[in-house]
């Protein structure tokens, strides 16, 4: 695995994700027969009506001269007249085989090597509106077998295990969501004390439609929080925001303007990283170690994550295109960071707003707003963000929903009010959960990426 890594994993990983399979590995032909002295008969080779593997010893020609010379123009999965070929390339591997969804049998198909290269390839007819997930399964000089997402391809599945994606209309220019893995750290500082988050920070981007179609366009961006719980509810703690359909329909609508979405999984730091500035206000114990947790967190996004998003895609990158997205925990994350870092984030929405650990409505993060925030915005004549707070009802929400009226108090206190920048409600009946979030996403959407 080591090995691995040193061949695929530089500072910033881009579309990559590895996990070692063991003796209970599904890709591993299980042994069974009717008899003691009856073979195992193998299952490979079978497929989904429309598909079939294309037999020959030689790729199609344009995917030659790719592993050869190499050839901007080609993309893989590579597809032509009804042929797709998937190409992989690893170092000293002892075979590659690859699994995709329209298999119908008990084994992935094996790879053919190209000779004199480190590429494998395979050749497959695909129907017309072909969709397919899939991975390859290294098996090393070392007989380790390593599973293997397509380096070659950022799209994937928005269902977890977040598979390699690849279908006619993605090459259409559909709308898709692309997987990175960034490195957690802060160049030249160091994390809080007994600060120890994985070292690999996962990042879903929804890209919007027609994205390669038109190079000339550049595009808002909006980071969300708790990004596994931001698309298919499969992929979800409590289930999903279904954020990707969603946009989908608004931009198909002109209900909004096109956007990228930057969904950021939370950590087993959720809590300090998302509420830790307000615990300090609010006096909790630890509190001075979450702020520190908080700003960090806060810190690496602008820092790290928005650069490499901004240099990755085509994105508009003043504050007024820039915006962050939560519930809960992440509804304090959008109000934290919207108000103590404006001049990067002028867009903000904070769902079911949980300011945590405060003793009276006054307290924690509120208190951060009124006394330091909010003045801080006005002496140095910042734009306000433009902000959208709401909370439910019913359930928690109910609890929360005087915390959230208590904000919505200070900031029409320093300046805001129902405008085309503010929006308050309270949503009668509305729990807290991912459900009701989801039923108030288009709203919101319309709400900060109007037209």
Same mark, same amino acid.
């Given at each position: 695995?080591?090995?691995?890594?040193?061949?695929?994993?530089?500072?910033?990983?881009?579309?990559?994700?590895?996990?070692?399979?063991?003796?209970?590995?599904?890709?591993?032909?299980?042994?069974?027969?009717?008899?003691?002295?009856?073979?195992?008969?193998?299952?490979?080779?079978?497929?989904?009506?429309?598909?079939?593997?294309?037999?020959?010893?030689?790729?199609?020609?344009?995917?030659?001269?790719?592993?050869?010379?190499?050839?901007?123009?080609?993309?893989?999965?590579?597809?032509?007249?009804?042929?797709?070929?998937?190409?992989?390339?690893?170092?000293?591997?002892?075979?590659?085989?690859?699994?995709? @969804?329209?298999?119908?049998?008990?084994?992935?198909?094996?790879?053919?090597?190209?000779?004199?290269?480190?590429?494998?390839?395979?050749?497959?007819?695909?129907?017309?509106?072909?969709?397919? +997930?899939?991975?390859?399964?290294?098996?090393?000089?070392?007989?380790?077998?390593?599973?293997?997402?397509?380096?070659? *391809?950022?799209?994937?599945?928005?269902?977890?295990?977040?598979?390699?994606?690849?279908?006619?209309?993605?090459?259409?220019?559909?709308?898709?969501?692309?997987?990175?893995?960034?490195?957690?750290?802060?160049?030249?500082?160091? !994390?809080?004390?007994?600060?120890?988050?994985?070292?690999?920070?996962?990042?879903?981007?929804?890209?919007?439609?027609?994205?390669?179609?038109?190079?000339?366009? /550049?595009?808002?961006?909006?980071?969300? +929080?708790?990004?596994? *719980?931001?698309?298919?509810?499969?992929?979800?703690?409590?289930?999903?925001?279904?954020?990707?359909?969603?946009? !989908?329909?608004?931009?198909?609508?002109?209900?909004?303007?096109?956007?990228?979405?930057?969904?950021?999984?939370?950590? @087993?730091?959720?809590?300090?990283?998302?509420?830790?500035?307000?615990?300090?206000?609010?006096?909790?114990?630890?509190?001075?170690?979450?702020?520190?947790?908080?700003?960090?967190?806060?810190?690496?996004?602008?820092?790290?994550?928005?650069?490499?998003?901004?240099?990755?895609?085509?994105?508009?990158?003043?504050?007024?295109?820039?915006?962050?997205?939560?519930?809960?925990?992440?509804?304090?994350?959008?109000?934290?960071?919207?108000? @103590?870092?404006?001049?990067?984030?002028?867009?903000?929405?904070?769902?079911?707003?949980?300011?945590?650990?405060?003793?009276?409505?006054?307290?924690?993060?509120?208190?951060?707003?009124?006394?330091?925030?909010?003045?801080?915005?006005?002496?140095?004549?910042?734009?306000?963000?433009?902000?959208?707070?709401?909370?439910?009802?019913?359930?928690?929400? !109910?609890?929360? /929903?005087?915390?959230?009226?208590?904000?919505?108090?200070?900031?029409?206190?320093?300046?805001?009010?129902?405008?085309?920048?503010?929006?308050?409600?309270?949503?009668?009946?509305?729990?807290?959960?991912?459900?009701?979030?989801?039923?108030?996403?288009?709203?919101?959407?319309?709400?900060?990426?109007?037209?």
């Amino acid at each position: 695995m080591q090995g691995l890594s040193k061949l695929f994993l530089p500072l910033i990983i881009v579309s990559l994700a590895l996990s070692a399979c063991q003796s209970q590995d599904p890709f591993v032909l299980a042994s069974h027969s009717s008899s003691v002295s009856e073979a195992p008969q193998s299952r490979s080779g079978l497929y989904a009506p429309g598909y079939a593997r294309v037999d020959g010893d030689v790729p199609p020609e344009a995917v030659a001269d790719y592993f050869s010379v190499g050839n901007s123009l080609i993309r893989f999965p590579y597809y032509m007249d009804g042929r797709l070929t998937f190409a992989v390339k690893y170092k000293d591997a002892a075979a590659v085989s690859l699994w995709m @969804s329209s298999q119908q049998g008990d084994e992935p198909d094996q790879m053919k090597h190209y000779t004199g290269t480190d590429w494998y390839w395979i050749t497959y007819s695909v129907p017309s509106g072909a969709t397919l +997930q899939y991975h390859y399964i290294i098996k090393t000089s070392q007989d380790e077998r390593l599973t293997l997402r397509d380096p070659l *391809n950022r799209a994937v599945s928005a269902t977890a295990p977040y598979e390699s994606l690849w279908s006619v209309e993605l090459d259409k220019g559909a709308a898709r969501l692309e997987y990175l893995e960034v490195l957690y750290e802060i160049p030249g500082k160091e !994390k809080p004390a007994g600060y120890a988050p994985p070292a690999l920070r996962k990042v879903l981007v929804f890209v919007p439609p027609a994205y390669d179609k038109s190079p000339g366009e /550049a595009y808002p961006v909006l980071y969300m +929080q708790d990004g596994q *719980n931001a698309w298919d509810s499969s992929t979800a703690n409590y289930g999903g925001w279904k954020t990707d359909r969603v946009l !989908k329909d608004l931009i198909g609508s002109g209900r909004v303007r096109p956007a990228l979405v930057v969904s950021i999984f939370n950590s @087993s730091y959720r809590s300090e990283e998302y509420a830790g500035a307000g615990f300090a206000a609010a006096g909790r114990p630890g509190g001075a170690r979450a702020a520190e947790i908080a700003a960090y967190y806060r810190d690496w996004v602008i820092t790290v994550l928005k650069p490499l998003i901004d240099k990755t895609y085509r994105t508009l990158s003043d504050r007024s295109y820039t915006g962050v997205i939560g519930s809960s925990y992440g509804g304090t994350v959008a109000i934290y960071w919207s108000l @103590s870092r404006p001049d990067v984030f002028g867009l903000a929405a904070a769902l079911s707003y949980a300011p945590g650990y405060e003793q009276n409505l006054t307290g924690g993060m509120t208190s951060l707003c009124r006394d330091q925030y909010l003045p801080t915005i006005a002496s140095q004549k910042i734009a306000y963000p433009r902000i959208w707070l709401d909370c439910g009802q019913s359930g928690l929400d !109910k609890t929360l /929903a005087p915390f959230v009226s208590a904000l919505d108090g200070v900031l029409r206190e320093a300046h805001y009010e129902a405008s085309p920048d503010y929006h308050f409600e309270l949503f009668p009946g509305a729990d807290h959960n991912e459900a009701a979030w989801y039923r108030r996403l288009p709203a919101i959407l319309e709400f900060l990426l109007r037209p």
